[in-house]
């Protein structure tokens, strides 16, 4: 397993729970055959240029051991998620 690291942006009209199950189900995703080795919410910051209209965004930054076969199956459900704006998987060199 290598080690990778995930930054996403969730829409930032969504309720606390709602952010809580966006973040649980990407968890889950990784879990199915990754370790997480930290989850941080970093909370609501403003985007550097405005996306859709969209000028703030929740930012979420996973570091985790998985498989490319994880990896697969995570970029496929960011793509097609609608409360997921941007996202950003790369490979932990440290």
Same mark, same amino acid.
């Given at each position: 397993? &290598?080690?990778? /690291? #995930?930054?996403? %942006?969730? &829409? +930032?009209?969504?309720? =606390?729970?709602?952010? =809580?199950?966006? @973040?649980?189900?990407? =968890?889950?995703? %990784? =879990?199915?055959?990754? /370790? %997480? @080795?930290?989850?941080? #919410?970093?909370?609501? *910051? &403003? ?7 969209? *000028?703030?965004?929740?930012? #979420? $930054?996973?570091?985790?051991?998985? @498989? +490319? ?10 793509? %097609?998620?609608? /409360? #997921?704006?941007?996202? $950003?998987? @790369?490979?932990?060199?440290?």
């Amino acid at each position: 397993m &290598r080690k990778y /690291e #995930v930054m996403y %942006i969730i &829409r +930032p009209d969504l309720e =606390q729970e709602a952010v =809580q199950a966006v @973040t649980e189900k990407f =968890q889950g995703i %990784i =879990q199915n055959g990754g /370790e %997480i @080795t930290k989850h941080d #919410v970093v909370g609501k *910051r &403003r985007l550097a240029y405005e996306i859709n209209k969209i *000028r703030d965004g929740v930012y #979420v $930054l996973v570091n985790f051991n998985a @498989t +490319p076969e994880v990896i697969n199956e995570l970029e496929r459900l960011l793509k %097609i998620s609608d /409360e #997921v704006i941007r996202y $950003l998987i @790369t490979k932990d060199v440290a």
